[in-house]
């Protein structure tokens, strides 16, 4: 239904005017007031039957054995015997113990799953636990590692530039060897090990040839490696010799053959005569000449062998020449020792200064002739020894004697010779 609203003044017990409401709302209030009044009845009605219901369990309450209830399923009633208790309650011995040990423990070992070892000796339970063979060691030597099982990363950190051994040539711990030089390699060098040059002279350094392509040779010969860098063009590596002991003739160059060594040797000056006075002088011998010539395996040379010179005479040249120019005359060669009658004391051997006098390839080179040795004196009136007096061509002849039995007679110088390597 619908509520008027309008303004109502309410007077107190004094008549004074202490409030005005809206006469809608003291309609809402009487409402309120009707249904408040309808719970509070059914409030009352509820502890009626509370007070019905407590009235009830106290009569239970009323009726119970304690007797009965007073063992030890359901309560403590026989607290007065706390030993009797704990055995009311199925407590054991353990009930008042603070800390157990060994004494206390009886039944089966306590599994792993409970914290345990599951087993009754200390191997069981090593084994149990996965323990292996190390876990019973104080220390571990090399007997436990097992071969290569040490890596580069556990074996240890090294220094820069460093290999790990021992330098010394003694037993010990090993270090770091440095290498503190670019181009160094490791060697021994006496009884110490270490990084630097490599020393060509010993043998036991050097092992093989170093090939042309590694800056080498490829080759142990002089002849071989000047083939191998160019210089010379061999034929199957096949090198021809060639010796002229005497006498004169032509050499024709071998095809194929582009260059060849020459060596000529000039005839040996004759020893010195016996003197009135004295010995006579050794003869000098004769000079050597060296030569390289470019052939071109064509065409040939002329030779001429030095003849050995007669007493108290000098030794011939030899020579070489192609298309008739002289590659090398070893001359003047040996002189014969003097063997004047007036001489007081002996003749002096030959000046042994041959040398070469003309060549025609500009690699040649000479070695002199050696002086023959002086006469003896009056006394034993021996000849000089010729120079070079082993050498089997060239050689100065003996000068002449007459100390002892049969005295000693002079004689000629060796013949010279010539040589031809053709590469």
């Not at 002892?404 to 002079?410: D, H, S, T």
Request: hydrophobic share 40%.
């Amino acid at each position: 239904m619908g509520v008027r609203s309008s303004n109502t003044t309410l007077k107190d017990e004094d008549d004074d005017y202490a409030h005005q409401i809206v006469i809608g709302d003291l309609e809402r209030l009487s409402m309120d007031a009707s249904v408040n009044t309808a719970a509070i009845a059914v409030n009352a009605a509820g502890i009626a039957t509370n007070t019905t219901d407590i009235a009830a369990v106290a009569a239970d309450l009323a009726s119970l054995d304690l007797s009965v209830y007073a063992q030890k399923a359901s309560n403590l009633s026989d607290l007065a015997d706390v030993s009797v208790a704990r055995t009311n309650l199925g407590l054991g011995s353990l009930a008042t113990l603070s800390s157990i040990n060994n004494s206390n423990w009886s039944g089966t070992a306590l599994a792993l799953a409970n914290g345990g070892t599951g087993a009754t000796t200390a191997t069981d339970a090593r084994t149990n636990l996965g323990l292996g063979a190390l876990a019973t060691l104080s220390a571990v030597n090399t007997a436990q590692i097992t071969n290569a099982a040490v890596t580069d990363d556990k074996l240890r950190f090294s220094a820069p530039l460093t290999v790990i051994g021992r330098s010394a040539n003694s037993t010990g711990a090993p270090a770091n060897i440095a290498a503190a030089t670019d181009g160094q390699v490791l060697r021994r060098d006496g009884t110490t090990l270490g990084f630097g040059a490599v020393n060509l002279n010993a043998a036991a350094a050097v092992t093989g040839t170093l090939p042309a392509a590694n800056g080498g040779t490829g080759s142990t010969s002089a002849y071989n490696a000047l083939y191998a860098l160019g210089g010379l063009w061999l034929a199957g590596g096949v090198i021809i010799n060639t010796t002229y002991t005497s006498g004169a003739g032509t050499h024709s160059w071998t095809s194929g053959k582009n260059w060849a060594f020459v060596m000529l040797i000039g005839g040996g000056g004759g020893g010195g005569s016996i003197g009135s006075f004295g010995g006579g002088g050794g003869g000098a011998s004769g000079a050597v000449v060296y030569a390289v010539i470019r052939t071109g395996g064509t065409g040939s040379a002329a030779y001429s062998v030095g003849a050995g010179g007669a007493v108290n005479f000098d030794g011939n040249d030899t020579s070489l020449s192609v298309s008739g120019v002289p590659v090398a005359v070893g001359g003047p060669l040996g002189r014969g020792g003097s063997s004047l009658m007036l001489d007081r004391f002996s003749g002096r051997g030959g000046s042994g200064t041959g040398q070469a006098t003309q060549l025609y390839f500009p690699f040649a080179w000479v070695v002199p002739g050696v002086t023959g040795g002086s006469g003896n004196n009056d006394t034993q009136r021996e000849g000089g020894s010729g120079g070079n007096p082993s050498a089997t061509y060239g050689a100065g002849g003996h000068g002449a004697g007459d100390h002892g039995p049969n005295g000693i007679v002079a004689t000629a110088g060796g013949a010279g010779v010539i040589v031809i390597r053709e590469i």
